[in-house]
C-alpha cells in the first residue's frame, strides 16, 4: 500500500506538470530577451496565482504527512520539494531556461508582439482570475478568518469513539464556520482518512470552494459496514440548541467569543466589515446569523432563542453594539443591551453607524477596534 500511495502521489505531479506546460509557455511570451529564473517565476505568479497556491498547499500537505510519518514509523515517504524548487525542477522550466531558448527567444523577439500578447494574457487571466476569487468570496463572505481558540477541543470531541454521525456533522459544521490553518488540516485529514463517505465527501467540497488546494480520495475499498453509508440527519432548532446548552458535555459549551455583535440583521454589510475587522486583529465573533446559523432559523424564533442568546452572550467577553436606526428600534437588540448591561453587568462598546445615539455606552470606531483586544 506505501508504495501504491507513493505512485499516486508521483501520478498526481506527473498531471499537474502537463497542466502547467501551456500555461508556461503564454507566460514566457511575456518577457523581454536576458529574462531569469526569478522573472519566468514572479511572472507565473502573476498570471496563475491559484495554481502557485495549489504548489505552496500540495507541498505543505505532504510535508506534514512526512513528518507524520516519521513520527509514526521513522522513516519519510513524499518528500516534497519546496514550491520554488519544484518550480525550477518542472522540465518545461528548465526547458525555457536553457541556453538554447533563450537564444531563439531572441533571436525571435519582436516587442510589438511581446506587447500584444501581454495585453492578451492579461486580459484572459484577470477575468478568470477575478470570476474565481468572487467564487471563493461568495462561499467564505462570513467564514471568521481567525483561529477562535476552541478548535481543538471540538476536533478532539469529533474523534470521541462514542460519536453518533450526526454528533459528527454537529461538529465538523462548527469547525467549517472557521478559515484558519487549523481548520485547515482538519478538513484534509477529513479528506484523506474520514470512512463516512458524507462526510468525506463535504469536507473535500468545502476545500474546493473556499479555493484550497485538495485531492478527492475515492471511497475505501471491499465491504461497506453502516458507519461508511450512514448519513447524517442532523436538523438544528432553537430549541435544541438552548437544551445542548444545558448540558456540560455538550460541544456547544466550547465555544467562546470576544465580541457579542448586537445588531440589526437589516446592516449585515457593516456586521461583516466589523468582523473582518475584528479577526484582523485576533478577535472571535459571535454573530447570531452566523455562529449559530444551523439552530437560529429565522423561521424559529421563540423564547428559546432568547435562552441561547443569553448564553452566547455569557460566552463573550464584551459585547459591541452597532448602533443604526434599524438597530434602535429591533427589540431583540434591545434585549441583548439590557440583559448583558443590567444581569451581566458587563462593559458595552459601540460603534454609530448612522444617526444619533443617547446610549451610555463608550463610543469606538473601527479604526480603535484594537481597544478590544484588552481581555477581561
Request: aromatic fraction near 12%.
Amino acid at each position: 500500500m506505501p508504495g501504491k500511495t507513493k505512485r499516486k502521489y508521483e501520478g498526481e505531479l506527473v498531471r499537474f506538470a502537463k497542466r502547467l506546460r501551456r500555461p508556461l509557455e503564454l507566460v514566457v511570451e511575456t518577457l523581454k530577451p536576458g529574462y531569469t529564473g526569478n522573472d519566468l517565476l514572479q511572472a507565473f505568479k502573476d498570471y496563475y496565482p491559484f495554481e502557485w497556491e495549489e504548489i505552496c498547499e500540495r507541498w505543505k500537505i505532504y510535508s506534514e504527512k512526512d513528518k507524520f510519518l516519521k513520527q509514526k514509523k521513522g522513516k519519510t515517504r513524499y518528500k516534497p520539494s519546496k514550491p520554488e524548487e519544484y518550480f525550477f525542477s518542472l522540465m518545461k522550466v528548465k526547458y525555457l531556461l536553457s541556453k538554447g531558448f533563450r537564444e531563439k527567444h531572441k533571436q525571435n523577439y519582436n516587442e510589438q508582439l511581446r506587447v500584444s500578447k501581454t495585453k492578451a494574457l492579461r486580459l484572459k487571466r484577470d477575468g478568470r482570475i477575478k470570476k474565481r476569487r468572487q467564487r471563493i468570496e461568495m462561499y467564505t463572505e462570513d467564514l471568521q478568518q481567525v483561529d477562535p481558540g476552541f478548535i481543538d477541543a471540538l476536533i478532539y470531541a469529533y474523534h470521541d469513539r462514542h460519536n453518533s454521525t450526526n454528533d459528527k456533522m454537529e461538529i465538523f459544521k462548527e469547525i467549517q464556520k472557521y478559515d484558519c490553518e487549523k481548520s485547515r488540516q482538519f478538513f484534509w485529514k477529513l479528506n484523506d482518512s474520514e470512512r463516512n463517505d458524507q462526510i468525506r465527501n463535504l469536507a473535500f467540497k468545502h476545500l474546493q470552494k473556499s479555493g484550497h488546494y485538495v485531492k478527492l480520495r475515492k471511497g475505501f475499498k471491499g465491504k461497506k459496514k453502516t458507519y461508511q453509508i450512514e448519513r447524517s440527519t442532523f436538523e438544528g432548532t432553537p430549541q435544541a440548541l438552548a437544551k445542548k446548552l444545558q448540558d456540560d458535555k455538550s460541544v456547544q459549551g466550547l465555544k467562546h467569543y470576544d465580541l457579542f455583535i448586537s445588531h440589526s440583521s437589516k446592516d449585515k454589510s457593516y456586521v461583516r466589515q466589523v468582523v473582518e475587522e475584528a479577526n484582523a486583529i485576533g478577535l472571535n465573533c459571535y454573530v447570531d446569523w452566523t455562529a449559530d446559523n444551523d439552530f437560529l432559523k429565522r423561521s424559529m424564533v421563540s423564547e428559546y432563542t432568547k435562552e441561547v442568546l443569553k448564553v452566547r452572550m455569557k460566552q463573550s467577553k464584551k459585547l459591541l453594539y452597532l448602533s443604526s436606526d434599524k438597530s434602535r428600534s429591533s427589540q431583540w437588540v434591545s434585549f441583548e443591551l439590557d440583559y448583558y448591561k443590567n444581569c451581566l453587568q458587563r462593559e458595552i462598546r459601540m460603534i454609530i453607524l448612522d444617526g444619533e445615539d443617547v446610549h451610555d455606552f463608550k463610543h469606538i470606531t473601527l479604526k480603535e477596534m484594537d481597544q478590544l483586544l484588552l481581555r477581561a
